[in-house]
């Protein structure tokens, strides 16, 4: 089975970092793209940053702090966060998309806590 573990969470003082790992594996299919999500309380999940062959894309509240990046042949995905504000606090989950098929994974996801 297909299974994505994130780590890397945490609690973080404003203004601090933290960098997030998606370790992918059962992995059998061409990946189309990996990404990162987050979910708040009372929110809707939103995507906070992708990265594929096509290329990167990034929300517009995180751009400019977050960075990206990908270990291809070992189907991981890394996000660095900088520059951390409370607002960021959510799950993060990690989420691939199947280049044939289209569908979509999804890990379990990990607690990031900003204080002020």
């Known amino acids: 089975q297909v299974q994505l573990v994130e780590s890397g969470g945490g609690l973080v003082q404003a203004g601090g970092s933290l960098r997030l790992s998606c370790a992918a594996s059962?992995?059998?299919?061409?990946?189309?793209?990996m990404g990162w999500f987050r979910q708040a309380p009372g929110k809707q999940r939103e995507l906070v940053a992708s990265i594929g062959s096509v290329g990167t894309q990034y929300a517009d509240f995180v751009k400019g702090r977050f960075t990206i990046s990908r270990a291809t042949a070992r189907n991981t995905v890394y996000l660095q966060m900088n520059s951390l504000k409370p607002e960021d606090t959510a799950v993060y989950y990690c989420n691939v998309r199947g280049a044939s098929s289209g569908d979509m994974y999804w890990g379990q996801g990990t607690q990031v806590t900003v204080s002020s």
């Open positions: 059962g992995i059998t299919f061409r990946i189309d793209v």
